[in-house]
């Protein structure tokens, strides 16, 4: 099976920055897109960035400017540099990755266990 361990997140003031990385282990061909979500209480998960395992992104508008997404495919890890974070960054943050399994599956969807950032104002 796959999993996602993520780390980094915490308790920051508004302006300050975190890290958050997230690295997949198990048995499996390949990982594609890689990206990260967030879920502020009573609200929906929400798309934050994602990145192709060719190194292109996206970015939630939300967090352009402030937010960037890399990965290390050799490692099987992405991460989530959080810059001038804002109250309104508060959230857990998931992981997900699009992983095959095996060379020509289809690829499945598989999340992290999410992580708290808090930022207080």
């Known amino acids: 099976q796959v999993q996602l361990v993520e780390s980094g997140g915490g308790l920051v003031q508004a302006g300050e920055s975190l890290r958050l990385s997230c690295a997949a282990s198990?048995?499996?061909?390949?990982?594609?897109?890689m990206g990260w979500y967030r879920q502020a209480p009573g609200k929906q998960r929400e798309l934050v960035a994602r990145?192709?395992?060719?190194?292109?992104?996206n970015y939630a508008d939300s967090v352009k400017g402030r937010f960037t997404i890399s990965r290390d495919n050799a490692k099987n890890t992405v991460f989530l540099q959080m810059n001038s974070l804002k109250p309104e960054d508060t959230a857990v943050y998931y992981c997900?990755?699009?992983?095959?399994?095996?060379?020509?599956?289809?690829?499945?969807?598989?999340w992290g266990q999410g992580t708290q950032v808090t930022v207080s104002s």
């Open positions: 997900n990755a699009v992983v095959h399994l095996r060379l020509y599956d289809l690829g499945g969807d598989y």
């Open positions: 198990g048995s499996f061909f390949r990982i594609n897109t």
């Open positions: 990145i192709g395992r060719d190194g292109s992104t």
